[in-house]
């Protein structure tokens, strides 16, 4: 393959000339119109960018007088033309391209200020699919990419935040910007448009129901800068990909210190499993420690719903994050606020909770404006070396399944409604996990064992410490319900939660030996139903 070199040096220091200036977002647009017009800077543009600096009252070239051909099919072209991509592309210290400039009248373009449609807030939105496809731009990636890639010569921006660094950029240096910034600048533009294409690309592929598209690319947009990641010597940064999925992503930070790595981490774990109590049939608080539950209840009201899940596992929640599944209120904040919390997210937050949340400054309060749909559909992903794992999201939800009873006994009304709690916390343990669960409230969590045997005994033994901890006769797995994510393989798993006190258990089912574990069941009088669905959580 043969390699296209032009081993021409760039020059530090370009001067802005010409501009060229198309955007959606105006967001700054006419003072920085203002400001490129007082330095004596030609201001090309289009639209309705055109429009509003024709507006403000200053000079402005439609850019069909420059390219000879009108604006047509609804403005799908207008930039689209050798003038302008060639006055965006041409090496200027290249003779053969000065002369085919002068050939065909092309005049050098300096600066271009372009963004983009804003195809995500459409699909965001629910637009219907000739309306999003309608908002796929193509003139601004088109001229952005061909700006970006003559970066020695030409300023590309794409943001509104860059704005201000570009002006400060000309004060300096007599209207020049330098290399470094044109560089940083095109690096930018093509993380922009790299995300938009990632977006449009996964758009189709959901719309046309493609589970595997031949490339796959996520994208998103920085939100913030971390001090550190998962450790003091990691680097992180938290990035959006513009789903209006309710959440740490979308949350208001009303006070406390900016969210760590592991805090965002948690936190998203912590509202996704408390939006599996929906607020309408009852008040729901989920306690997270290591993006794990330690304590899940549900209550007549919020701050019970509260108490009842830190009863779980009171020691585990120090320094934990709480989800609540309503808005919170003065009462329940006021009891948060005795035990050391890490963060507090809600729907919503009532003035009163505010206050009394601001008694403690470093407490994290995250307003998230609603709760995530648990029946959603959607992508989620982690990296392997070299790769990329991405599925979709476990939306399964237990009220949607039909349960098999298999053993003798079926389970009563409160076993049934406990072993369905169970089972929907059990979704959001690491797995091998396994919950038991006693009138809407955890009563032993034992998460991300290599055994499942294990995580049984040791969801016991936590709720051995915390009947202790609370002066219980006895621990709460007594007469509970037990689910477990994935099949039970063996006897021993059902034993070890017979030994704790459970009387029902819900579980996939799917074992070679399921009717070994059914056997087992039926020995001991516990009911036993199978879900068909199970909920791998690593």
Known sequence: MAVIS???????????????ISVFDKTGI???????????????????????????????????????????????????????????????????????????GIEGIDLAVINLYPFEEVRAAGGDY????????IGGPAMIRASAKNHA????????????????????????????????????????TAAYDAIISNWFAEALSIDTPRHRVIGGALKEEMRYGENPHQKAAFYVTGERRPGVSTAALLQGKQLSYNNINDT????????????????????????NPCGVATGSSLVEAYRRALACDSVSAFGGII?????????????????????????????????????????????????????????????????????????GMVEDLELKVVTRRAPMAQELDDMK?????????????????KDGQTAGIGAGQMSRVDSARIAALKAEEAAK???????????????????????????????????????????????EVIDAANEHGVAMVFTGMRHFRH
């Open 130 to 137: 000739p309306t999003t496809v309608e908002n796929i731009d």
């Open 421 to 437: 709690f169970a089972f929907k916390v059990g979704k959001h343990v690491k797995s091998n996990a396994v919950v038991y669960a």
């Open 469 to 515: 901890a609370l002066g219980l006769a006895v621990p709460m797995t007594h007469g509970s319900a037990v689910a477990s994510e994935a099949f039970l393989p063996f006897a021993d798993g059902l034993l070890s939660m017979i030994a704790a006190g459970a009387t029902a258990v819900i579980q996939p089912g799917g074992s070679m030996r399921d009717q």
């Open 30 to 104: 006419v003072d920085l119109a203002h400001a490129l017009s007082a330095r004596g800077v030609r201001l090309l543009s289009t639209g309705g960018t055109f429009k509003a600096i024709t507006a403000a009252g200053l000079a402005v070239t439609d850019v069909s007088e420059v390219t000879g051909f009108p604006e047509i099919m609804d403005g799908r072209v207008k930039t689209l033309h050798p003038t302008v991509h060639g006055g965006l592309l041409a090496i200027r210290d290249d003779s053969e391209h000065q002369d085919a400039m002068k050939q065909h």
């Open 323 to 395: 989800a609540l599944n309503r808005t919170l209120d003065a009462e329940t904040a006021e009891e948060i606020v005795k035990l050391f919390t890490e963060v507090i997210i809600a729907p919503d937050v009532t003035e009163e909770a505010k206050a009394i949340v601001a008694r403690k400054p470093n407490l994290r309060l995250l307003s998230a404006g609603g709760l995530p749909d648990p029946r959603a559909a959607g992508l989620t992903a982690k990296t392997v070396s070299g790769g990329l794992l991405v599925q979709s999201r476990d939306n």
């Open 6 to 20: 032009k081993k021409i040096p760039a020059p530090d220091k370009v001067e802005i000339k010409t501009a060229l």
């Open 268 to 291: 998203d774990a912590a509202y996704e499993l408390v939006a599996e109590f929906l607020p309408e049939k009852a008040p729901a608080c989920a306690i997270i420690k290591h993006a």
């Open 153 to 192: 010569y030409v300023t590309t921006l794409t943001d509104p935040a860059d704005y201000a660094e570009l002006l400060e950029q000309l004060s300096a240096d007599d209207g020049k910007t330098a290399y470094a910034f044109r560089q940083r600048m095109a690096a930018k533009a093509y993380a922009r």
